[in-house]
């Protein structure tokens, strides 16, 4: 098994940081929410108003292309390929390390 890094707890682990940044990125990760949520409220009605339709139109100019895919793309299953061939799958799965930010409440 991939050896993991534990959680920082010991002060040896710890590095002080500026406060504004850290204010300014959750002020940031707010304002990001904010604006998805405005673009998919965006996004609904403008596929509410296209329907079928492929291309939609500001005066008279397309502006949106909504295309219907055939489904040439598949996507890899990877619980089926798990249950189904267990060996194969952990012969050919990679245990990768890696860091993940995140802010903490305080």
Known sequence: MANRRK???QNEDR???PLSEVKRYREAQRRIKEWEEIR???RAKIE???GEHEVGTVAGVPVISWVHTKG???RFN???HKESEPECHARYT???GGRQF???EF
Request: overall charge neutral; cysteine-free; charged content about 25%.
């Open 15 to 17: 590095v002080p940081v």
């Open 94 to 96: 990679e245990i990768v």
């Open 48 to 50: 509410r108003k296209m």
């Open 7 to 9: 959680p920082a707890t």
């Open 72 to 74: 040439e793309n598949g």
């Open 40 to 42: 998919d409220g965006a």
């Open 102 to 104: 995140k802010v903490l």
């Open 78 to 80: 990877q619980a089926a």
